[in-house]
């Protein structure tokens, strides 16, 4: 069985998402003058995993940055980059009882990094806030759903768990359990082939679990994405596709995950009207301005089960009326009602009550894009061998126009799809 440590915690923060090839917030170069040396003889960010079955040494790295220094020494004092990311050397100490070992992955908010407690034993990933006011007032936001999630989430499965948080040379650090890949991750490391339906239903059902938990406790995520829930093991296996070998892909040991990435959840209110979800989740009450409340997450839910039937992303687009074209190309007309109440932002998408479509369109290629795409149940029919009928009318419910008329997260659990013919992945 191959073994392999994917990137964690992916905060991707742009709306650009290019498929089939490395994401552009999240997989960016790593800063030259963060990284100092090697760590044991491989480069910072080798996918081989840096995790031994025991615990590590603190004479494992190099001499080359460490010799002479304190075990528990406070790393020498530097400036902080242009944008106030916090600068580092793999191998040096994060306060006395966390040693780094290397960079997971960097966003808007900061960086994350892989580091031993020395305090507990164990491996965890170390969000280091960005040193701007703003970034460490949502921060504290943050650590404040954490803990108030982890209060009510006894058995620990729902959400990432926050281990500690400390205020570091003017950075917010939030130190959370490590975990596995991304549904993305594990995605693009399998050349985005689709997920067998009966592992779509066993993360469906987790996710749907997770979303009631917290649309329970009156928050909504605004965010979700296979980028922001991960697998909690990295572990998988190697299963061949045809008979002679040649070809093979990944599936995961175990199908448990959690939700990431809670820097976005907000309570829920009645005057919500900005801006939320990275845009291929991002539904349409939110695009036209209508409000929104805990529909958007259901919407999102709807879009990542396409996802994981088919491997690529459903609305592959990076601007609103090309994306209400594909919606209605994949799912029908939006109500003319919705499109009537738009508010001064997204009024220009509308034309005597309907979709300014293509008339408005920006380019030839862009209404191609539209018209290639096939109706949903095409879509599922194409990647689905069983279950095909109640994974069609399971996602139809998730992905209605009216928030009102959209599932909820109980109901989404109550569905045939869920209860009916259950597999154990």
Known sequence: MEMERFAEFPY???????????????????HPKAQIGMLCGQEVGDVTSLISSTAPSDHTCSSLYS???????????????KDGHYMFAVGENLTSRYKIYSKIGEGTFGQVLECWDREKKEMVAIKIVRSIKKYREAAMIEVDVLQHLGKHDKTGNRCVQIRNWFDYRNHICIVFEKLGPSLYDFLRKNAYRPFPIDLVREIGRQLLESVAFMHDLHLIHTDL???????????????????????????????????????????????????????????????????????????????????LCSGEALFQTHENLEHMAMMERVLGPLPQNMLKRAD?????????????????????????????????????????????????????????????????????????FFTKNRHRY
């Not at 009645?270 to 919407?299: F, N, Q």
Request: one cysteine or more.
């Open 344 to 416: 001064r932002h997204a009024e220009k998408y509308v034309r005597r009550g309907r979709l300014n479509w293509p008339e408005g369109a920006a380019s030839r290629e862009s209404i191609k894009a539209v018209q290639k795409l096939p109706r949903l149940q095409n879509i599922v029919m194409q990647h689905v061998d069983h279950s095909a009928g109640d994974a069609i009318d399971l996602l139809q419910g998730l992905l209605r126009y009216e928030p009102s008329e959209r599932m909820t997260a109980l109901e989404a659990l109550g569905h045939p």
């Open 67 to 81: 010799k002479g220094v304190a075990r528990n020494a406070s790393p020498p004092w530097r400036e902080d980059d």
């Open 12 to 30: 991707a923060h742009m709306d650009r998402r290019p498929r089939k090839r490395p994401r552009v917030g999240w997989e960016a170069a790593q």
């Open 225 to 307: 994405k296979p980028e922001n829930i991960l697998f909690v093991s990295p572990e998988y296996i190697k299963v061949s596709e045809y008979k002679d070998g040649s070809f093979s892909k990944r599936l995961p040991k175990s199908s448990a995950i959690k939700l990431i990435d809670l820097g976005s959840a907000t309570y829920d209110r009645k005057d919500h009207t900005y801006i939320v979800s990275t845009r291929h989740y991002r539904a349409p009450e939110v695009i036209l301005g209508l409000g929104w409340s805990y529909p958007c997450d259901m919407w999102s839910v709807g879009c990542i089960l396409v996802e």
